[in-house]
C-alpha cells in the first residue's frame, strides 16, 4: 500500500538542536475558562533537527458534528436492505444542513482563532472542516501549548507539538480535534520496487509488460493487467459489456506522476482513460512520484470505462486531510482509493479528523478503499516501536481495508499472506488490532469471537508481494509491490462491479462483504505477517487479522456486491393503457421493486428499452433516449419507497415492445399497441346557466356545450376582462363563487371549456352587479 510519506524517506536530517517552544497564551476572554485537550502531542524522532525558527504555517479544526447518534443510525440504515432508508443516499448540501457544524458553532470558532492573530479560511462544504493559518507563535498561544520547528532531511521546515494542545472548555464544545500541527514524519507510500527491464473495453495486450499466457509471474517477476483481470473476475465482466463506465474512481495523492508514464502505458494495452486532475493546496510537488503512477495505471488499467479524477495535494501540513475533504466535498467520485497512510497511534487528532470526512462519504454514497500497510502486524516500525499496531485511514470503521498476499501461480491459485520475513527493510500485508475504534456491528464472520472487541484489518486481502506483483510502467517496465496494488485494483473491481449491478453507487461496503463472508471469498489459511517477530498474526480458517476474509472469489464477488435481486412475484408492474392514441395520452409504466424477501429495492437504477418499426419512439419525452433504428433507451432510479414511473412516446401507430431490466436481467415485458384516431376536436362553447351576485362577489353556473369535442372536458375558466386573463374551475361541480370583487360594481362574464386538444370558444356573455 501506499503511505503518506515513502517509508524511505522516513529519516529526518541529524543534527543536535535544542527544543525551543513556542508558547504562553495571550489573555481573552476565555482564560480563565478549564481547557480541554484537543490535540496530543507527538514523539518527535530521535535526532529530530530543531531550529529556534517560527515559522507561518497551517492547521485545520475538524469542528463537532450535531447529531451524531442520528448519523451513526443513518449510515447504518443506508447499508440495510431492510430499512427505508437503503441506498437513499445524502448530497453534500444534506449532509451540512442535517450534519454539519451550526452556524452559530461555526462563528464561534471563528471570532476565537481570528483574535489571536489568526487567518480564518474557508469552511468545507459539509461544515466539518476549518482551515486556519499563521505564525506558530500565535498558533501556540492559541493552543495554549508548545510548537516546535523541526527542519526535515528534504531541508522544508515543518511544525509539531511537544505538549497537548487545549481550548477553552466552552469553546472545546464546539471542535472534535485540530489537525496538521504533528508534521515532521509524514503520511507514507507503501509501494516497493521489485526490479526493472529494458478508450478500449477491456485491456489488450501488452508484449512490454511481459508474457500474459503464463500462470506465475512473467519473466519480469510480476503479472500483466490480463493475468489480473482473470484472478479477479474481471474478465467474465468485460465479456457482458462492463469495464466501470458510468462511475468515477477518486485517486487520492501526496506526490505527482508523469504523464509521459501513463501514455506509454495505456498505449501499449490500448486504452485511452479519461483522466482529470483536481489540484488541493496548490497540489503535489517534486520529482514523480512511483505510487501515483501504478496507483492511475493499475486503477484506470482494469476499470477503463470509468473516469479517473487524480486529487493531488502537498505532503505536508494540512495537506493530506484537505484532500480528503475536497473529495467528500466535491462528491464526484463514486469510488476512493487511497495508498497513502501512517501509523494508527498517532496522538496528534488526525485520525478523528478523517472520521468525520470518511462518515460523509459514506453517508454520500461513496465508497472508500485503502491500502492496509506494508509493515505487517508493525504498522509504527520505524516511527516510534515494533510493537502490533494497524495503518491509518484502512482501520477507519468506514473504509475499506486490503492486506497483501503473495500470489505464486493464478491457476491454480496458490497463495499465501505476504510476508519476505526481513524485518526492517522488507515488508508484510499490514493487518492487526485498532486501538482507536471499536469492532463495528457489521464486523462478524467465521472467526471472529466476542473477545474480539476493536475494529480488525484487514477486511480482504490481494497480491501484494513485489516477487509476483504488478507490471507497471515508471520510466520502464518494471514490477512493483506493497498493498499499493491492492488499493486501486479494488477500486477497479468495485467500479465494473457497480455497473454490472446497475447502481450509480455502492456506498460503503464493508457490511455486504462480512455478509458474504461464506460465499464471497477465497479463505486464506497459510502465511503470517509477522515481519518483527512480535507474535502476531497468522492466517487461519474464516476471517484472521493477516489476510481479512480471503482473495475476492473471481466467480461470485463481484455478483456478492449487488444489492438484492428482485423478485417477480414480490415487485408490480402496471400499464394506464395498452392500447395508447397517437398524439393522445402518452402511456405509463409504474412499478416498485421489491426482494425476494418483500423489502423495497430504493435507490437502484432500472434500465428501460422499447422499440418501433415504424417512426421515432421516445421515453419519459426525453429526445437523448432516442437510439438509431427506432429504439430508445433509458435508465430511472427508484425512490426509497422502491417505486418508479415512466411514460412512452410513438409517432406513429404499431406494436411498441418495451423492456425493464434490473442488474443486466429483464424482470418485465409488455407490448403497447399504439392506434391512430380520427381528427382531434376541441368542444363547443359553454354557456353560463345562473349568475347570482353576492356581496363583492358572485357565483358562477356553467352548463356543459352540447359537443363536447373528441377528449374529455377536464376543466372550466371563466374571465371578468373580455378574456384577457382566464381562471380555472372544476369540470365536476361546475360552479365557482369569484370574490374579492368591487361592491356595487358591474361585471361582464364569459366561459370556456378546457380538454386535451385545448379550449372551446367562448360563451356568449352574461352581466352581473355585485351587491353592496
Known amino acids: 500500500m501506499s503511505h503518506r510519506s515513502p517509508r524511505s524517506l522516513w529519516a529526518l536530517a541529524i543534527a543536535g538542536a535544542t527544543l525551543c517552544a513556542l508558547t504562553l497564551p495571550a489573555t481573552s476572554a476565555l482564560a480563565s475558562q478549564p481547557r480541554v485537550v484537543v490535540a496530543n502531542a507527538a514523539p518527535l524522532p530521535r535526532n529530530a533537527n530543531v531550529v529556534a525558527t517560527a515559522i507561518t504555517t497551517s492547521f485545520d479544526v475538524v469542528l463537532h458534528q450535531r447529531h451524531q447518534a442520528q448519523l451513526t443510525s443513518l449510515l447504518a440504515s443506508l447499508s440495510d436492505p431492510r430499512s427505508t432508508n437503503f441506498r437513499h443516499f445524502l448530497t453534500t448540501a444534506q449532509f451540512a444542513s442535517r450534519f454539519g457544524a451550526s452556524t452559530a458553532s461555526i462563528d464561534t470558532v471563528r471570532s476565537y482563532f481570528s483574535n489571536y492573530g489568526l487567518r480564518v479560511g474557508a469552511l468545507s462544504k459539509g461544515h466539518t472542516l476549518l482551515h486556519v493559518s499563521g505564525s506558530t507563535r500565535d498558533i501556540a498561544r492559541a493552543l495554549a501549548t508548545a510548537l516546535v520547528t523541526v527542519r526535515r532531511a528534504n531541508g522544508t521546515l515543518a511544525a509539531q507539538f511537544t505538549s497537548a494542545a487545549t481550548l477553552p472548555a466552552p469553546l472545546a464544545h464546539d471542535v472534535t480535534s485540530v489537525a496538521g500541527l504533528s508534521t515532521v514524519v509524514m503520511p507514507k507510500s507503501a509501494s516497493m520496487l521489485n526490479h526493472s527491464s529494458a478508450h478500449a473495453t477491456s485491456p489488450g495486450v501488452c508484449p512490454s509488460a511481459g508474457s500474459s499466457s503464463t500462470n506465475a509471474p512473467n519473466a519480469l517477476g510480476g503479472y500483466t493487467l490480463n493475468q489480473q483481470a482473470t484472478l479477479y473476475g474481471l474478465n467474465t465482466a468485460y465479456t457482458q459489456g462492463y469495464n466501470g463506465a458510468g462511475q468515477t474512481i477518486g485517486v487520492y495523492e501526496l506526490g505527482p506522476y508523469r504523464a509521459a508514464d501513463l501514455q506509454t502505458y495505456f498505449t501499449c494495452y490500448g486504452e485511452n482513460p479519461k483522466i482529470s486532475d483536481v489540484a488541493v493546496d496548490g497540489g503535489s510537488s517534486g520529482p514523480a512520484s512511483d505510487e501515483a503512477t501504478l496507483d492511475i495505471e493499475e486503477a484506470a488499467g482494469l476499470a477503463p470505462g470509468a473516469a479517473i479524477e487524480v486529487y493531488s495535494a502537498p505532503n505536508s501540513s494540512t495537506g493530506p486531510l484537505d484532500a480528503y475533504q475536497k473529495m467528500a466535498d466535491d462528491n464526484t467520485a463514486s469510488i476512493i482509493t487511497t495508498s497513502w497512510g501512517t501509523c494508527e497511534s498517532d496522538p496528534t487528532g488526525s485520525p478523528q479528523a478523517e472520521q468525520s470526512i470518511f462518515e460523509q462519504m459514506a453517508a454520500q454514497g461513496q465508497t472508500v478503499v485503502s491500502a492496509g500497510g506494508d509493515n505487517g502486524s508493525s504498522d509504527c516500525s520505524g516511527i516510534t516501536n515494533n510493537a ?179 423478485s417477480a412475484s414480490k415487485s408490480t408492474f402496471k400499464l394506464s393503457t395498452t392500447q395508447p392514441v397517437v398524439g393522445g395520452a402518452e402511456p405509463s409504466l409504474s412499478m416498485v421493486l421489491r426482494s425476494a424477501d418483500g423489502v423495497p429495492l430504493t435507490g437502484v437504477l432500472v434500465a428501460i428499452a422499447a422499440t418501433t418499426s415504424n417512426g421515432v419512439v421516445q ?71 345562473t349568475l347570482t351576485p353576492l356581496v363583492a362577489s358572485f357565483r358562477l353556473t356553467v352548463a356543459p356545450p352540447a359537443n363536447r369535442g373528441s377528449h374529455p372536458i377536464t376543466a372550466y375558466q371563466y374571465s371578468i376582462n373580455n378574456g384577457a386573463t382566464w381562471v380555472k374551475f372544476s369540470a365536476a361541480t361546475k360552479v365557482v363563487t369569484v370574490s374579492k370583487l368591487a361592491k356595487g360594481r358591474r361585471y361582464k362574464v364569459i366561459v370556456r371549456a378546457l380538454s386535451a386538444v385545448g379550449p372551446s370558444a367562448p360563451s356568449k356573455a352574461s352581466v352581473v352587479r355585485t351587491r353592496a
Not at 409 to 432: C, E, F, K, R, Y
Not at 621 to 633: F, I, K, V, Y
Open 388 to 566: 502490533p499496531a494497524v495503518d491509518d485511514p484502512s482501520s477507519q470503521p468506514y473504509v475499506t481495508g486490503v492486506g497483501g498476499l503473495s500470489v505464486a501461480s493464478i491457476s491454480p491459485l496458490v497463495q499465501s499472506v505476504w510476508n519476505d520475513g526481513t524485518g526492517s527493510g522488507g515488508g508484510a500485508g499490514g493487518g492487526g488490532q485498532s486501538v482507536l475504534w471499536s469492532r463495528p456491528s457489521w464486523q462478524n464472520a467465521p472467526g471472529i469471537t466476542s473477545a474480539d472487541t476493536m475494529r480488525m484489518v484487514p477486511d480482504l486481502s490481494v497480491m501484494a508481494d513485489p516477487g509476483t506483483g504488478f507490471i507497471q510502467y515508471f520510466g520502464g517496465w518494471n514490477s512493483i509491490g506493497g498493498t499499493s496494488i491492492g488499493s486501486p485494483l479494488m477500486s477497479a473491481v468495485v467500479a465494473v462491479a457497480a455497473q454490472s449491478c446497475g447502481q450509480g453507487r455502492l456506498g460503503f461496503i464493508n457490511p455486504t462483504l462480512y455478509n458474504m463472508a461464506t460465499t464471497g471469498f477465497i479463505d486464506v489459511t497459510t502465511g503470517n505477517n509477522d515481519l518483527f517477530g512480535v507474535g502476531e498474526y497468522s492466517a487461519g480458517p474464516g476471517y484472521d487479522m493477516a489476510s481479512g476474509l480471503g482473495s475476492p472469489n473471481p466467480a461470485t464477488f463481484m455478483n456478492g456486491l449487488c444489492p438484492p435481486a428482485s
Open 619 to 689: 421515453i419519459d419525452n426525453d429526445h437523448l433516449s432516442e437510439t438509431p433504428g427506432g429504439n430508445a433507451a433509458y435508465s430511472i432510479t427508484t425512490d426509497r419507497n422502491g417505486a418508479a414511473t415512466v411514460t412512452f412516446f410513438a409517432s406513429s401507430a404499431g406494436p411498441v415492445p418495451i423492456k425493464v431490466s434490473y442488474q443486466g436481467k429483464t424482470i418485465y415485458s409488455a407490448t403497447l399497441h399504439f392506434v391512430n384516431t380520427p381528427a382531434a376536436s376541441r368542444p363547443g362553447a359553454p354557456r353560463i346557466a
